[in-house]
């Protein structure tokens, strides 16, 4: 069982490592290649690369307080550590879902506590009000699946 356990832990620390990585590593590439407010066009009235350094929480709210803001992310990872833990030993979507959250969470984190503000870049700006990173991506697709893996469990139950 124990066994078991540690597999179930990989597949969350391997999934938010992943997440991390990618979140970070393109962070930089925005860093290095662009000055802040800098858009180029990705995809022609769809999608641009912006530079924006946010210094406020998710979708602009809950101020700009880094250290609020790192408390709050913890909070969050703890709540839905409890919430679900119980079911990421069931699921590897589950398992997945939080990796997600955790590698996007500590991404953010990370740039909160290096530079004082997130490093945002990703920009459907006809279609989606903010700008976002990689991090935000996963945390709200993490987010998503963590919901309709609860659908789906009180669907079989």
Partial sequence: MSRNRNSDTLTIALTAAIVFWLDQWSKSIIARTFLPGESRMVIP??????????????????GSNTALLIAMAMAVLVIFWFSFREAARQSLLVR???????????????DRLHHQYVIDFIDFYRIWPNIFNVADACITTGVILLILASFASRHRS
């Avoid at 530079?51 to 406020?56: F, H, T």
């Avoid at 997600?100 to 984190?109: K, L, Q, T």
């Fill in 96 to 110: 997945i879902a939080f990796g997600m959250i955790v590698g996007g969470a500590v991404g953010n984190i990370v």
């Fill in 45 to 62: 009235n769809v999608l641009r690369w912006t530079y924006e350094q946010n210094n406020r929480g998710a979708f602009g709210l809950f």
